[in-house]
């Protein structure tokens, strides 16, 4: 399944994810209520991930891209981008 989602990025914060992992490249942070945790999605432009960790702005058609540097958040920015999901 192939859905439209906006498109954030957020980096280390000193806390492990909702799921208990460590944040690395490829955690992304959503709405369990349309991506469930645990799945597997491809997002245009980032890449391969997994649906790992929550956020208390990541409602809806919303995801937060794991970034290694703060340099790499600002640069991605806030898109509209296509997620594939894998399931």
Known sequence: MEIVVEA?????TGHKTYTGTW??????????GVIPLGS???????GPGV????????????????MDVEKECWEWGRQIVKIRICE
């Open 8 to 12: 954030t990025a957020y980096t280390h």
């Open 23 to 32: 944040p690395h490249r490829g955690t992304i942070a959503v709405d369990p």
């Open 40 to 46: 597997r999605l491809y997002v245009e432009g980032y």
């Open 51 to 66: 649906a790992e960790d929550t956020g208390g702005v990541i409602k809806g058609l919303k995801v937060d891209l794991f």
